[in-house]
């Protein structure tokens, strides 16, 4: 039964990504650019994100355990590494040059468009590779 929640919570993310246009590399490659042909309605995808994540965040804390699960699995790391920095700005420049965030590539595998299905082997090799590091 969890695992069909997890189906339907998943797909309920995915058709979101698609409604907001962050499946869509020009629209996210026109929010970043703030010369020709900005695009800021990603903003409000944005904000409206952070808002209901703010109320969920308010109502879980006052909750001892998970709806699907025995405890909560909060990350407890306070410091700010050079592998994080270096993560970090590695994860930005690649969705910056490409337009595409690893959810929404996700996402896009289903359009069956060889870009995505490149973009999305190059991350599995991204992680393949900072494992080994």
Known sequence: MTAVIH???GFIFGLGLIISGMTNPDKV???LNFQNQWDGSLIIVMAV???IMMLAWFWVAKKDK???GETFTLSDVKNISPRLITGSVLFGLGWGLSGIC???GL???ASLKM???LFFAAV???MWIAKKV
């Open 29 to 31: 490659l026109n929010f």
């Open 49 to 51: 994100a952070m808002g």
């Open 115 to 117: 870009e995505f299905w």
């Open 66 to 68: 998970p709806l699907l």
């Open 124 to 126: 599995l090799g991204g």
């Open 7 to 9: 189906v339907i919570l």
């Open 107 to 109: 996402v896009q595998l």
């Open 102 to 104: 690893p959810g929404p």
